[in-house]
């Protein structure tokens, strides 16, 4: 019998949590996560996917999915390290390291997982990490779990990384110090400094860790944020997802021989975690050849992206910071950002709000993420749908 204690306790916090807005009231989608979606028989024009290239619904990787399927069976049937790794597993990570421009790289089950792994492979309770206040939460997760001492830094505040890399290191009492920071920003689509993160890491000494789950296929050519700025040489992890751009799921981190070699003997979720599903691998593998042979859908996802965030702009809308398809329509104050999302939803977009603990307080902002596989009449009437919702809402706020 489960104990009453613990459905009391549970009871009463989601009882909490759906009174402070921040239930999950989640719907599941009756058909892919293309650039329109059906829930619940309703159609919507989807401004909420991570699959900037449209790539999720690519014949050729549901095709080369189902083969592998066929040929390695529906799971890999044990951890990398026993016999969990198939050909296709090798093959993905030497497309992976090719794709990035490094000597290797290595594959986990998600990025989430990734980050989980590597930074607790590498640092340990006798060292130092400063990390982007807005970092995302797996990476805040996967720092604690090293015991590393975390140092926050201002969101890409670059007089206070440097005072935070001086003092840490000639402080003496750590053994490594690394800074990390994701490559692009998901709640503001605003890109990291990282040539001047890069030159403070080389003026102290530090370990440098860029997690560009937003800017692989987005940025550089595809190639993502380190390629953008001409750094590859100079970043010790790049790590990726392949759940976002590429279309399908997992994660990795490119690097130098060594660096793979020590996550593929010490970090965890390699070790005691079973490998990625084959027909996942061989998608992986399809979706990077597709991204490093043509780049028709990554000039497709900037034109949709200009197109939208001038149309937004246009409308009066703050976009804030963002620099990439992630486009906040900042909203500010809780309350009216959930209502701006309910309406656009009623009229047929789906674009979420955000807010708060997510987004600083008085920041709610709806996240749009146009993609390569819109096409232009679709954002034209979701532009249309914005602006009639703007009305709405000043129309409600005068009365
Ligand atoms: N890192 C960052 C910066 C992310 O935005 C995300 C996805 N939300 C992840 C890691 C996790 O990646 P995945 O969804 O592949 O677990």
New binding site residues.
């Given amino acids: 019998m489960p104990s009453g204690v613990l459905r009391s306790f549970l009871e009463t916090r989601l009882a909490e949590l759906e009174e402070q807005g921040l239930g999950n009231s989640i719907e599941p989608l009756e058909g892919p996560n293309g650039p329109v979606i059906t829930i619940n028989g309703k159609s919507f024009i989807n401004l909420s996917s991570?699959n900037y290239l449209g790539l999720a619904t690519d014949e050729r990787i549901i095709e080369a999915g189902i083969q592998a399927m066929r040929i390695y069976g529906a799971g890999a049937g044990a951890v990398r390290t026993i016999n969990g790794t198939m050909t296709l597993h090798a093959e993905l990570e030497e497309k992976l390291a090719a794709f990035k421009g490094t000597e290797a790289a290595i594959a986990y089950q998600?990025?989430?997982?990734?980050?989980m792994a590597a930074i607790s492979a590498v640092m340990d309770q006798h060292d130092a990490i400063l990390s982007d206040e807005l970092?995302?939460?797996?990476?805040i997760d996967g720092c604690r779990l090293s015991k590393a001492k975390i140092i926050r830094y201002r969101h890409s505040d670059m007089d206070d990384l440097n005072r935070k890399a001086k003092e840490a290191v000639e402080s003496g009492l750590f053994a490594k110090v690394m800074v990390i920071t994701?490559?692009?920003?998901?709640m503001d689509g605003d890109v990291a400094k990282l040539p001047d993160i890069v030159d403070i890491a080389e003026r102290y000494g530090l370990i440098t860790y860029v997690?560009?789950?937003?800017g692989s296929g987005v940025l550089g050519k595809g190639a993502g944020t380190v390629k953008h700025f001409g750094l590859s040489e100079r970043i010790d992890f790049q790590?990726g997802?392949?759940?976002?751009a590429i279309g399908v799921?997992?994660?990795y981190v490119a690097g130098t021989k060594p660096l793979i070699d020590w996550l593929k003997v010490r970090s965890r979720p390699f070790l005691f975690s079973t490998s990625l599903p084959p027909a996942a691998v061989a998608s992986c593998i399809a979706s990077i050849d597709i991204l490093r042979n043509s780049t028709e859908a990554y000039e497709r996802l900037w034109d949709n992206a200009n197109y939208f965030k001038r149309g937004l702009t246009e409308l009066g809308f703050d976009i804030g910071a963002s620099e990439t398809p992630i486009t906040p329509c900042i909203i500010g104050d809780e309350k009216k950002t959930q209502r701006f999302s309910r309406i656009l939803y009623r009229e047929g977009v789906y674009a979420k709000a955000i807010v708060f603990p997510t987004v600083p307080l008085g920041t709610g902002r709806v996240r749009n993420m146009p993609t390569a596989a819109h096409t232009r009449e679709m954002l034209d009437r979701a532009l249309e749908i914005y602006a009639a919702a703007k009305r709405e809402l000043e129309r409600e706020d005068a009365g």
């Fill in positions: 991570n998600s990025g989430f997982n990734c980050n970092n995302h939460a797996s990476i994701d490559g692009v920003f998901s997690d560009d789950a937003h790590i997802t392949l759940s976002k799921v997992g994660g």
